[in-house]
């Protein structure tokens, strides 16, 4: 059995290639997409794909982490909702797609209340960044980022952490307004 297993939501241009580096390493995934396509690709790879988001509960690890990488949005608000009932205290979401920073720290005093944790990553470097060490800025309590630790160093460890709600997506907001502005 490998040492670490990961949830992962969405597997589009950049999840998909995080899923295949998290692969590389030894990470069991067991992944959901709504693209059927997507999930046998990444069953190929040899992740575990999920009919739906209520599977996740067949993670027998604790805490569980689910790693989003779903387009901007009320999306993420539905995926949060769905999870939830799945989750236990403890158990961690990461939004690692592009957000508003108000929503970001908006989900995370809500989880709080069910002892949820949520972490706000905004996650760059587009495909070659998924595959050769994304720089991600992320937010969330001492205690998840000591929990997904990890993960970001399986990644690459290119991830500058701040421990106030919403400043990890904050960040990623002003990098993009200075790369793109």
């Known amino acids: 059995?490998?040492?670490?297993?990961?949830?992962?939501?969405?597997?589009?241009?950049?999840?998909?290639?995080?899923?295949?580096?998290?692969?590389?390493?030894d990470v069991?995934?067991?992944?959901?997409?709504?693209?059927r396509s997507r999930l046998?690709?990444?069953?190929?790879?040899?992740?575990?794909?999920l009919n739906n988001i209520d599977e996740f509960s067949?993670?027998?690890?604790?805490?569980?982490?689910?790693?989003?990488?779903?387009?901007?949005?009320?999306?993420?608000?539905?995926?949060i909702d769905q999870l939830v009932p799945t989750l236990n205290e403890g158990d961690i979401i990461i939004d690692g797609?592009?957000?508003?920073y108000k929503d970001s720290a908006r989900r995370r005093k809500i989880l709080v209340k069910y002892k949820i944790g949520f972490v706000g990553a905004g996650t760059s470097g587009g495909i070659k960044?998924?595959?050769?060490?994304?720089?991600?800025?992320?937010?969330?309590?001492?205690?998840?980022?000591?929990?997904?630790l990890p993960f970001l160093n399986i990644l690459g460890g290119n991830f500058s952490f701040f421990e106030a709600e919403?400043?990890?997506?904050?960040?990623?907001?002003?990098?993009n307004a200075i790369e793109y502005g």
């Open 1 to 25: 059995m490998n040492k670490y297993s990961l949830g992962f939501v969405g597997l589009g241009k950049m999840g998909l290639p995080m899923v295949k580096t998290f692969l590389k390493k």
């Open 28 to 35: 069991s995934i067991y992944c959901f997409d709504l693209d």
């Open 40 to 49: 046998e690709i990444a069953e190929k790879l040899g992740a575990i794909s």
């Open 58 to 79: 067949k993670m027998n690890v604790s805490p569980r982490v689910i790693w989003l990488m779903v387009p901007m949005g009320l999306t993420i608000d539905k995926i």
């Open 97 to 100: 797609g592009n957000a508003s």
């Open 129 to 148: 960044g998924a595959l050769t060490n994304p720089p991600i800025t992320l937010d969330c309590s001492i205690d998840d980022y000591n929990k997904i």
């Open 166 to 175: 919403g400043k990890g997506h904050l960040a990623k907001t002003i990098h």
